[in-house]
């Protein structure tokens, strides 16, 4: 019953409750997929009778009412640069004139992306966007409906999906050269969180620019992809004369870097420089305005959806490259300069 008192039409949710199987495994049977057990088949088909479940009519229109419909997967409290991203993948498809159905999930863990995915498949799309999943744990797969394409964008690679990467460690190589390149002895890091889709890469590209130039490797400090996250890790470098470069992880954490600096009297850049991460669209209207590593969001859109359709056209196979990765792209900005005499 809805609130109002009136009997509410029975969802994939019901069917799967009623026949003792996951939305996934209705999204099968009812898409006629394979390896789906006779029996299981069989009892989903039963509750679905008994219920008079029919799929949303204006769900299945948006689905396939274009030579090829798209769904995409995000994460609702997506980081800047995969909004970005997702805003990027919409505008490649619709200039190829194809619809796109939004399914966001609260995290991007391995169960949650199941379920978005059988949903979308239940829609009848054609092929699905991961947009920065979650790495999957030790031995474990994402185990998604047979038979659908679906390409990981902005991530860390799945086994058996292809996808479409943002060489992150080579960004944080060229925060640190910049940086370094001012005169600064060494750049201090604040990184993001322990296991984060980016964080170990960023971390490491910072690392190996420090140790090809032959500089100290200073102690790395965790922040968590949040000003505040960036504002305490601040409080901590501003206590110490000697640090005058800092990359963070990311465009929030250096601006809660620089706010910080700035409470404890150190100017940036004159006293110390600070540079970002994923160059957001405010990165350029702070004070002051701030060097960033973008993802060239437009670029792995394109690419996203060129490779997703690339397996949709050939039939759900994967084509021969399995990884495709495109270059970020250092913008300089007021944030850094040279190193104080």
């Not at 495994?25 to 299981?40: A, C, F, K, Q």
């Not at 032959?214 to 004369?241: E, M, N, Q, Y």
């Amino acid at each position: 019953m809805t609130h109002d008192g009136h009997r509410r039409d029975p969802v994939m949710h019901d069917v799967g409750r009623l026949a003792g199987v996951s939305q996934m495994t209705v999204s099968r049977v009812l898409n006629d997929r394979p390896h789906v057990r006779p029996e299981t088949r069989a009892r989903v088909e039963r509750a679905i009778e008994h219920l008079g479940y029919r799929r949303n009519a204006a769900a299945r229109a948006l689905a396939t009412g274009s030579p090829c419909a798209l769904g995409v997967v995000a994460a609702r409290a997506a980081l800047p640069g995969s909004s970005d991203v997702l805003l990027a993948l919409e505008e490649a498809a619709r200039r190829r004139e194809r619809a796109v159905t939004v399914a966001t999930v609260g995290s991007m863990t391995t169960a949650a992306v199941q379920e978005a995915v059988g949903h979308l498949d239940g829609l009848g799309v054609d092929g699905v966007v991961l947009v920065a999943p979650q790495p999957p744990a030790p031995g474990e797969s994402l185990r998604l409906p047979t038979g659908v394409p679906v390409v990981v964008v902005d991530g860390p690679p799945h086994a058996g999906l292809p996808s479409v990467v943002v060489d992150q460690a080579a960004g944080a190589r060229l925060m640190t050269e910049h940086l370094l390149g001012l005169g600064h002895r060494t750049v201090h890091h604040v990184a993001g969180l322990v296991g984060s889709p980016g964080a170990d890469e960023r971390a490491a590209g910072w690392k190996d620019a420090l140790e090809a130039a032959g500089r100290p490797v200073p102690p790395l400090l965790r922040g968590s992809w949040t000003a505040a996250g960036g504002h305490a890790a601040g409080r901590r470098l501003a206590r110490d004369p000697c640090v005058t470069a800092v990359f963070a992880a990311d465009d929030r954490t250096a601006l809660g870097v620089v706010r910080a600096l700035q409470e404890a009297g150190r100017r940036v850049p004159e006293d110390v420089s600070v540079g970002g991460f994923e160059d957001v669209p405010e990165a350029p209207f702070v004070g002051p305005a701030l060097s960033s590593v973008s993802l060239r969001a437009p670029q792995l859109g394109e690419a996203g959806i060129a490779t997703l359709l690339a397996l949709v056209d050939g039939g759900g196979a994967t084509p021969g490259a399995r990884a495709r990765t495109t270059a970020p792209l250092l913008v300089v900005r007021a944030s850094t300069g040279p190193a104080p005499a």
